[in-house]
């Protein structure tokens, strides 16, 4: 037989129908799966010995207790010692990575600018204040005759496990207010009543919420003494400047308010420079500001800060993480190390009575290197040795022999004075916390309120809304925040304001809309969330410092197409 | 020939959510991108085309002004125990239910991408792809080397963080024990919750926590009546959250929901 062309070419059309019923190519289609699966554009994650490391996260002065998954020195995870971690502490491995990161700043022309000013008339603003940091800034301002300048120059701490009945005043009790864990564990105990406009997240938890209008804490603060439930309160937590006084009222005073303590620090450092909040300072008082915002856990206007500096020529020098906060309007912004590379002990807590004292143990070394340290910089204005002044405050807390440290890794309580100081440094390197629950807690000072008070309701027919603010977050966040502000809507991101439905409307702007957040005090650019659960009349606005600038609390602003 | 979809598991690994503790921080989700190399969201990414293996929504109970009242309900692959509609419609079989653990998974290296998984998912828990993984430089050094990324093109969704199952059973063998010690496996999202909003435990062991509180006055399932067995329990003591039970998705029933 002799096979034809036709043939051949039956034979090769019969072949790939048939194949087509076999599995051939079906397993094509897995291998081919499987083969792109590997190939090179997939990162492949590290391997090596995975070990635990502990330490205090600094991104705020609740200071959780963090245990990090590593592997070889590289952390891979954090998680919460004996409770969660919020979002911002779960993902601070990635912030050494940030593309964000200051990477490089001119410190030598820094240190030769300020040498050429003088040291008259020279402060330091610090917005992190309590940390070890922060006495030697004191100690350089009082040898150099200069100003040491914070947000409040009198924090109190609250005591809720002793509390019944809360009254929250704006206050984002339960969104990372205080200790996410010890907030937790008190709430059991207490009864919640939350006053704000909008159903936060801490007003959706509460057992009672008090819907008031945009603007309007003060206002309901005033009238908190003529209340039904006034007489059961404990304590009133928030930020209108009438809180403190309401306070006193009520006798909270001593029994769930008290002075926010610090833990000993040596005699040496006892002639430091007293804390001065901002508001107190004279207007164009100021030459030269040195601010440190490298872990700041607040941010004040720039226009409130501008009006502190001389008229003539002020120097102003921002030791930052990012460019998006003072490095905007300093003449040099000089990059930091952020949290979880550098060596540093957390602030007292907000809902901590008793003296703490907790170091955050770098996880890696420093990804950017050429960073300036800010306590370097300031001591060595005023003569002073910095290097070990964490060493310095360990030893003189030893020295009390009072308290116990609670190490992370095996949850274990040892009393101070049972240990030598080698090893208590050595604990509190290793992630641990040293507190003394007995120290008797002291009763705030009876000064006035530092809180600087809303901006003025004033009549401003074409601003319409009314700001409402919310948490503050952290300058720097994980690229992983993206789930939570871009993926999901969770949380309004720093640069979003938010808008009842009928005001978006009205204002002809979309979802996701860029537009223009216009106050009394300028202008910023800004993209739209539209959501329902914002009272008509009111713009919930992010975080971001470009915002805050322009828009306080009860702002008067309104919200424009770009 | 494919193993039935309906053979009752040695273990039946489940949650129990208290939708009355979330405070909707979002740390669940953040923990759960970090333990399973979910890379940060695309220029592009919005909640269409994200991919977050376990969501937490807003919903309200539709009402106005001072009346309205909201809760955040965490949403994450629902591990159906019944005729799970993924598994039967993947013409892959790149889905299977792990007849130890009960725990519905996912080979992405077996995945084409065509998604039927995630038409056939009643709870839209499921995620494709659409972009190649990317972390800023330098991040990828903090990726979870007990998880591989994926590629662009394939399905993901939540596998109860089955690494740390795996190394809670390594841990076991060690041990010479058989069976894992429940404190050695949690999944992510679980052990990151601040509020202790979400248990998480076997369910065919009547003494953990998490089987008694799926079974106690409030509890419900999504989308019950659909009769997939799914294995997330929800709590809650408001009558008007119960209704996201009978919605395809939190909040998707009114104009209002967002996320």
Redesign the interface.
């Known amino acids: 037989m002799r096979n034809s062309r036709r043939d051949i070419f039956k034979f090769a059309g019969g072949a790939v129908a048939g194949a087509l019923f076999t599995p051939a190519p079906w397993r094509l289609?897995?291998d081919t799966?499987?083969w792109?699966?590997n190939?090179p554009?997939?990162?492949r994650?590290?391997?090596?010995e995975?070990r635990a490391k502990f330490t205090n996260c600094a991104l705020c002065p609740a200071g959780c207790a963090v245990r990090a998954r590593c592997?070889g020195e590289?952390?891979?995870?954090?998680?919460?010692v004996g409770?969660?971690?919020?979002?911002f502490g779960?993902?601070a491995?990635?912030l050494?990575?940030?593309?964000a990161r200051l990477r490089q700043g001119p410190i030598g022309e820094a240190t030769a600018a300020v040498g050429k000013h003088g040291k008259e008339a020279i402060a330091v603003l610090d917005l992190n204040p309590g940390r070890t940091v922060s006495w030697t800034y004191r100690r350089a301002m009082a040898s150099v005759k200069g100003l040491y300048l914070a947000p409040e120059s009198q924090p109190v701490a609250y005591d809720l496990p002793a509390a019944k009945t809360v009254l929250s005043i704006g206050a984002a009790l339960?969104?990372?207010w205080g200790t996410?864990?010890n907030v937790?564990a008190a709430r059991r105990n207490f009864r919640l009543i939350q006053a704000e406009p909008t159903?936060s997240?801490?007003a959706?938890?509460a057992d009672e919420w008090i819907?008031i209008a945009p603007g309007g804490e003060s206002a309901f603060a005033q009238s908190v003494p003529g209340l039904a439930f006034a007489k059961d309160l404990s304590v009133v937590i928030g930020d209108a400047p009438e809180i403190p006084e309401i306070n006193r009222r009520i006798g909270a005073f001593g029994k769930t308010v008290f002075a926010r303590p610090e833990a000993p620090v040596p005699d040496s450092w006892k002639g430091a420079a007293a804390v001065t909040a901002l508001d107190d300072v004279p207007d164009h008082s100021i030459g030269v500001l040195l601010i440190d915002e490298s872990s700041a856990v607040s941010y004040i206007p720039w226009h409130r800060i501008q009006r502190k500096l001389v008229r003539e020529n002020p120097l102003v020098v921002t030791f930052a993480a990012t460019r998006g906060g003072y490095a905007r309007y300093a003449q040099y912004a000089l990059p930091t190390a952020v949290y979880p590379e550098v060596s540093g002990d957390v602030a007292p807590a907000v809902d901590c009575v008793h003296p703490a004292f907790r170091i955050s143990v770098p996880l890696v070394a420093p990804?950017v290197t050429g960073v300036a340290n800010p306590a370097d910089f300031v001591a060595a204005l005023a003569g002073l040795p910095a290097t070990d002044s964490l060493r310095e405050r360990a030893d003189a807390i030893h020295k009390t022999g009072k308290g116990v440290v609670v190490t992370y890794a095996d949850g274990k309580e040892t009393p101070v004075k049972d240990l030598a100081a080698d090893a208590f440094w050595k604990s509190l390197n290793a992630g641990a916390a040293w507190t003394w629950a007995d120290a008797a807690p002291r009763p705030p000072a009876a000064g006035r309120s530092t809180v600087h008070p809303a901006e003025a309701l004033e009549s401003a027919a074409d601003l319409p809304l009314v700001a409402i603010g919310g948490p503050q977050t952290p300058g720097l966040v994980?690229?992983?925040?993206?789930?939570?502000y871009?993926?999901?809507?969770?949380?309004l991101a720093p640069n979003r304001v938010a808008l009842h439905p009928d005001d978006a409307r009205a204002a002809k702007l979309a979802n996701g809309a860029h537009a223009t957040l216009q106050t009394l005090t300028g202008k910023c650019a800004v993209e739209v969330t539209i959501?329902?659960?914002v009272?008509p009349g009111a713009v919930q606005v992010g975080s971001s410092p470009g915002i805050q600038d322009v828009c306080g609390p009860a702002a008067r602003a309104k919200v424009v197409r770009a | 020939m494919r193993p039935s979809n309906n053979q009752t598991p040695a273990a039946r690994y489940g949650m129990s959510i208290d939708v009355d503790r979330c405070n909707g921080c979002g740390s669940c989700m953040v923990a759960c991108a970090v333990e399973n190399n979910v890379p940060p969201a695309a220029a592009g990414a919005t909640d269409r085309t994200g991919l977050t293996w376990i969501r937490v929504f807003r919903i309200d109970n539709g009402a106005e002004g001072a009346d309205r009242r909201s809760a955040f309900v965490p949403v994450l692959c629902q591990h159906c125990g019944k005729d799970a509609p993924c598994v039967s419609v993947c013409p892959q079989q790149a889905v299977d239910v792990d007849p130890a653990t009960g725990i519905v998974g996912q080979m992405p290296e077996r995945c084409l991408g065509c998604r039927y998984c995630m038409a056939a998912c009643p709870y839209h828990a499921r995620y494709f792809n659409w972009w190649d993984p990317a972390w800023p430089a330098g991040m990828e050094k903090t990726l979870n080397p007990d998880v591989a990324p994926r590629m662009r093109g394939v399905v993901e969704k939540c596998n109860f963080c089955h690494g740390r199952w795996h190394a809670a059973k390594a841990k076991a063998v060690a041990n010479g024990k058989a069976e894992i010690d429940p404190a050695d496996y949690i999944p992510a999202c679980v052990e990151a919750c601040p509020n202790g909003a979400i248990q998480f435990g076997n369910l065919n062991d009547a003494a953990t926590a998490t089987a008694q509180s799926a079974h106690q006055p409030g509890s419900f399932r999504m989308l019950e009546s659909l009769g997939t067995d799914p294995k997330i329990y929800y709590h809650s003591k408001k009558n008007w959250v119960h209704e996201i039970s009978k919605a395809p998705r939190p909040g998707t029933a009114k104009e209002t929901s967002r996320g």
């Open positions: 289609i897995t799966a499987l792109s699966e190939w554009g997939i990162p994650p590290a391997r090596g995975i592997v590289q952390p891979v995870s954090l998680a919460g409770g969660g971690l919020c979002p779960l993902t491995h990635h050494p990575y940030h593309p339960l969104d990372g996410p864990a937790s159903e997240r801490t959706m938890l819907p990804v994980s690229p992983l925040m993206t789930k939570l871009q993926e999901s809507n969770l949380r959501d329902p659960a009272p």
